[in-house]
């Protein structure tokens, strides 16, 4: 009896072993697999997420191998742009570490590190105001031949009018408050 619970205790830790080495296992075959994936992607020099994948060790922090007898680049100046909703984004330079290129879309534009995904500007054309942003008519000048100065008189007189009746109304609705107390009888207070 005591070697049939000996073997029922070793049996549990047995086993929890066992799992231990299976999941170490698939951890392996996880990470193999995604060298894999990683070295393909290198070959075909894509990007996987937003990681960069770079071939070899010896690159700069650019992720391109400098000569070292060129100079450092310079940082890039982003222009500024009219984005996707109309707004203004103000011009920026892109000198903050080792983020110094102009990159991204002609409507969001940012600062990154790789000179392979820097923004070719010229190629935009939001730098003025966009068409669909210019949706009424622009107020009428003075010296406009379509403008009516009577027009403006009739408005003012409409305005008068209309003041001169409401305060009429008000002086008629206190005067008969006023009356309707003037005329009350008075009472005798009881102490």
Not at 40 to 50: D, R, T
Not at 64 to 72: G, I, K, V, Y
Not at 170 to 176: A, D, Q, Y
Not at 177 to 183: P, S, T, Y
């Amino acid at each position: 009896s005591s070697s049939s619970s000996g073997s029922r205790i070793a049996e549990p830790g047995l086993r929890g072993r066992m799992e231990g080495f299976i999941r170490l296992l698939f951890g392996y075959l996880v990470a193999d697999l995604l060298t894999l994936m990683c070295r393909a992607q290198e070959k075909a020099g894509q990007q996987l997420g937003s990681l960069v994948v770079l071939s070899g060790g010896n690159h700069s922090s650019l992720g391109e191998q400098l000569d070292p007898s060129e100079p450092p680049p310079t940082p890039d100046f982003c222009r500024g742009y009219f984005d996707v909703m109309g707004q203004w984004d103000p011009p920026f330079n892109c000198s903050s570490g080792e983020f110094i290129f102009c990159c991204g879309t002609c409507g969001f534009r940012f600062c990154c590190k790789f000179k392979n995904t820097r923004l070719d500007q010229s190629t935009c054309t939001n730098y003025e105001t966009p068409l669909w942003m210019n949706t009424g008519k622009p107020p009428s000048r003075i010296d406009d031949p379509l403008h009516d100065p009577t027009r403006d008189k009739t408005n003012l007189i409409v305005y008068i009018i209309c003041g001169v009746v409401a305060v009429m109304v008000l002086v008629g609705i206190f005067t008969k408050l006023g009356l309707e107390k003037a005329h009350r009888p008075q009472r005798e207070h009881m102490s």
